[in-house]
C-alpha cells in the first residue's frame, strides 16, 4: 500500500509562472518529508525538505508546505525556469526508519 | 568528488542467469540501499545496510541478495533473474539514517531480464 502519494503523474507550467507540486501522505507517524528532482538518466538529487514542526520552508525559488491536518505537502517553484523539467518526488521518513517514496510528478516547463 | 557509483549502467541478461550489479560510495557513509523504480510504483526500497556487515530487507527483496563487507561496496545480487526483475535500479547512501542525513543517489544501473 503506498504511504505516499502524488496523484499527478504529469504537470506543465509556462516559464516564469508558479508550479505547484503535490503529495499526499497516510502514515501520521511522518516526522520528515522531502523532494527530490529526477533528471533523465541520473539518480535522484535532494532539492528542500522539511521538518514536522514547521508548516513551510524556503529555499531560493523553491518553498514546501506542510500540511499536517490534511496530511499534505506541496512544492512551489516561483518562478519556474526551463531546467526545472524534470521528474520530482516526494519522500516521507519517521525516526530512524527507512524513506517512503511518492510515484513522481513529471514537471515541464515551457519557454 | 562526493560521489554514488553503480556499474554496469544498462545490462540486458536472461533469464536465470546471475548477476551483481555493484555500488560504491566514496563519503564514508554507514548508511547505504538499493531501490527499484517501476513506472506508476516510484522507488519501493529493496534492501538497507546500516554499517558493514548489517543489512535488512526492504519493501520489495524478494529474489535479491546483497552484501555489506565493506563500508563502500554494497553489491546486488540477483541468483536467479526473472523478466519481473526488469528495472531501473539506484543505489543510495547517507552519512547514517538521521532525519537529517542527505541520501546521495547513484545514476542508476536498466536492468532488462529476457
Known amino acids: 500500500d503506498q504511504q505516499v502519494k502524488q496523484n499527478s503523474p504529469s504537470l506543465s507550467v509556462q516559464e516564469g509562472r508558479i508550479s505547484i507540486l503535490n503529495c499526499d501522505y497516510t502514515n501520521s507517524m511522518f516526522d520528515y518529508f522531502l523532494w527530490y528532482k529526477k533528471y533523465p538518466a541520473e539518480g535522484p538529487t535532494f532539492l528542500i525538505s522539511i521538518s514536522s514542526i514547521k508548516d513551510k520552508n524556503e529555499d531560493g525559488r523553491f518553498t514546501v508546505f506542510l500540511n499536517k491536518s490534511a496530511k499534505h505537502l506541496s512544492l512551489h517553484i516561483v518562478p519556474s525556469q526551463p531546467g526545472d523539467s524534470a521528474v520530482y518526488f516526494c519522500?516521507?521518513?519517521?525516526?530512524?526508519?527507512?524513506?517512503?517514496f511518492g510515484t513522481g510528478t513529471r514537471l515541464t516547463v515551457i519557454p | 568528488e562526493a560521489q554514488v557509483t553503480q556499474n554496469p549502467r544498462y545490462l540486458i541478461t536472461v533469464t536465470g542467469k546471475k548477476l551483481t550489479v555493484t555500488c560504491s560510495q566514496n563519503m564514508n557513509h554507514e548508511y547505504m540501499s538499493w531501490y527499484r523504480q517501476d513506472p506508476g510504483l516510484g522507488l519501493r526500497q529493496i534492501y538497507y545496510?546500516?554499517?558493514?556487515?548489517?543489512?535488512d530487507k526492504g519493501d520489495v527483496p524478494e529474489g535479491y541478495k546483497v552484501s555489506r563487507k565493506e563500508k563502500r561496496n554494497f553489491p546486488l545480487i540477483l541468483e536467479s533473474p526473472s523478466p519481473n526483475q526488469t528495472s531501473l535500479y539506484f543505489c543510495?547512501?547517507?552519512?547514517?539514517?538521521?532525519?537529517?542525513?542527505?541520501?546521495?543517489f547513484g545514476p542508476g544501473t536498466r536492468l532488462t531480464v529476457l
Open positions: 543510495a547512501s547517507s552519512l547514517r539514517l538521521f532525519l537529517t542525513d542527505t541520501q546521495y
Open positions: 545496510s546500516m554499517n558493514v556487515e548489517v543489512t
Open positions: 519522500a516521507s521518513q519517521t525516526g530512524a526508519n527507512n524513506l517512503f
